[in-house]
């Protein structure tokens, strides 16, 4: 049965202007028994590396989904006025360089169904987002496979693609190349953006939510910037996220970069394709990027409950409360800000239907 694609168009509850629509959101709260599953394939690999999984049954009732999201990711949408989540599996767990395909593979189908009976339970706060069952020298066929049935059985709007999943060694070829292709055919076919997205890293240089996300994130765009993805793609769509690592704050090193190695202006060569989230945690970051990307790149994004979930002291808030630093910001206009928290969002996320 194909998912018939649902119009979001609810008005704010503070702002009774329009939606916000947070483009960043895992489900890092999920009941033990999910992790226990994940225990349990680490043991079979342990004895046998190539073990072939089989998927097997993980017991989680629909209200232990509602207990570990009330006083979680929905008291803080309550409580900071947000409305819905693009909501995907947890990131740091994704772990596609544990085991093999078919481990990957029967991880994955799990933690994206349980993205699937959120959005079944709450369909005005969460709309899914696939991880992908990736895996390192293992080709996309699965992958692909795992976004068709997401997309069209699920109704999700996205995925989150890792150009790393061996976990920080980064032996895969770069986002540029053909290797990736059949990836992006299956994007633009169903028209939904990839997230670029590492898991876990598991080289001791990195540390997770620090240097291997926003590395991966500089890293991805320097990928794309050398790459023809959007000459062959020209409807494709990537988001950065994180603020998009150190781009923005680095932004004349990539103009220049472009400009001495004969590409394209930025704006040209990437600024239809590829957008930045907000997940930045400090006012002067925030306004950056606001500064410095285009209005029509950017788009609200908190990854609420995520990497950073304490109380910043020189403000008393959370650091994860990106609402707070959009709101503060001196320069936008309430049409730039609405075009940040929800019009940018449906345009790329273009399975949510414009309001
Ligand atoms: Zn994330």
Request: aromatic fraction near 10%; glycine fraction near 8%.
């Amino acid at each position: 049965m194909l998912f018939e694609t649902r119009i979001y168009n609810l008005r704010n509850i503070d702002t009774g202007i329009g939606m916000i629509i947070d483009c960043h959101g895992h489900y890092t709260t999920a009941p033990p028994e999910l992790g226990h599953y994940r225990e349990q394939q680490k043991a079979e690999l342990e004895s046998d590396p190539d073990h072939a999984a089989i998927k097997g049954v993980i017991d989680i009732s629909d209200d232990q989904i509602c207990e570990s999201l009330e006083g979680a990711q929905l008291k803080l949408q309550r409580e900071r006025g947000t409305d819905m989540t693009i909501f995907s599996p947890r990131a740091s767990w994704m772990g596609h360089h544990i085991g093999n395909e078919s481990t990957s593979k029967y991880w994955t189908e799990h933690c994206n169904e349980l993205i699937y009976r959120i959005t079944q339970l709450y369909p005005e706060n969460f709309i899914g987002v696939a991880q992908l069952p990736q895996s390192p020298d293992a080709g996309l066929e699965t992958s692909i496979a795992e976004l068709e049935r997401c997309v069209s059985e699920f109704g999700f709007v996205g995925c989150n693609l890792s150009p790393d999943p061996s976990g920080g060694y980064w032996t895969s070829p770069p986002l540029g190349d053909r290797y990736w292709y059949p990836m992006y055919e299956k994007m633009v076919e169903l028209d939904v953006p990839a997230m670029i997205h590492v898991s876990a890293a598991c080289n001791p240089a990195f540390h997770t939510t620090g240097s291997h996300y926003l590395g991966a994130d500089t890293t991805a765009f320097m990928q794309l910037m050398t790459s023809d993805i959007t000459r062959d793609f020209p409807t494709i769509k990537f988001v950065i996220p994180h603020g998009g690592g150190a781009v923005p704050y680095h932004w004349g090193r990539f103009r220049g970069l472009a400009d001495m190695m004969g590409r394209p202006p930025l704006d040209e060569l990437l600024m239809d394709n590829v957008y930045f989230d907000t997940c930045v945690y400090h006012q002067a970051g925030i306004d950056l990027l606001l500064d410095v990307i285009p209005l029509k790149n950017i788009l609200f994004a908190s990854e609420m409950v995520g990497a950073v979930r304490g109380v910043d002291p020189e403000t008393g808030h959370y650091f994860d409360d990106t609402r707070r630093y959009i709101d503060n910001n001196k320069i936008l206009s309430d049409e730039n800000r609405q075009a940040i928290f929800e019009h940018n969002t449906r345009r790329v996320y273009s399975r949510l239907g414009v309001d």
